[in-house]
């Protein structure tokens, strides 16, 4: 694992803020899979005893506005914010179900298989060691059975920027200096990514 | 940048606690070099005024204890933690200036070139806009000329394990757990270091 140490650099997209909607073409379709917390952690328990841990996959995609990098975030009933991702399926591997994750949620057309998006290194994994809210950048001591993990890839925004969102979601570009350890509003896995990515340098793409 | 995922594997050394003072021969010697923060501050004006940006390195070097990852830092005067590391010359590389200062602050003697330390990935940066206190892992829209940029690199313990440190220093091993968003204690990068650790899965060393 170890070796000598590189620039790290990545090319992200630049996008003026009055361009976002018109350059990254963003519809709604009849998608839903939304749950409340305790729908959800009800949901998780059964899952969990069926099937042994989750395992999710989540896309980091990054845009350039005024010069600063900017985190696409799928927004659910104007409160929830979520990286685009899912579960795995099981047998799945982390980079196809991401991807099929990926074009169902915002590909440019419904019947997408994923194969435009192009998954790039893993940045971090979060645990989680019971069925409740917390979760951890590691194995907590003594967690023998974790009941989640959740791994974050950095993902290449396609060239067609063209996105179909659920209906109850909107897609929003929101910078790295407000996402940064705002736990509160963006939860733990979120407000860590600008941490996540800063050994990166990002450089424009000219459009 | 953008490659296929692969699994990271790091290997730590494993150790029992009571062997951390035994196996790791911890010897003081009679280097300083620790400065109160109002004085830190009035150098960082005068270097900056003098040379630019101050570029730091670090070094993240992990031990096994209880079979969870443990992290090295230096405590100054029971106070203050640091990761082992210091400020990079001008025109000097982060290996070699990382290699320097780990030969400096823990090395098995006080003449070490730093050759038996394996410089591994940088895993973030730290961007100081100003000559305050606050830093960003990323650099703050609108700030064209930040003070300090501190760069942490994942660092291989050599096989040899002993270690000189300062006289005015101790050498702990704090496991991830305690250190994980304990801003108050360890302050902003070190309490980020197990995020930064999380894409790793840990494997022991037999020793």
Partial sequence: MICHPSPNIFKTLPLRRKEFKSRLHIEKNNHSGVFTTASRNSC??????ARGIRTSVEAVLLVELFKHPHLLLLQVRNSIYKL?????????SDVDGLKRKLARKLSVNEDGDGSEWEVGECLGMWWRPDFETLVYPFLPPNVKQPKECTKVFLVKLPASRKFIVPKNM?????????????????GQIIS????????????MIES
């Fill in 84 to 92: 685009p991702g899912g579960r795995l399926r099981p047998g799945e």
């Fill in 192 to 203: 860590g990514v600008p941490q996540l990515l800063s050994k990166f340098s990002f450089n």
């Fill in 170 to 186: 909107r897609l929003l570009a929101v910078p790295l200096c407000q996402v940064h350890e705002n736990h509160k509003t963006y």
């Fill in 44 to 49: 998780t328990k059964k899952n969990y005893a």
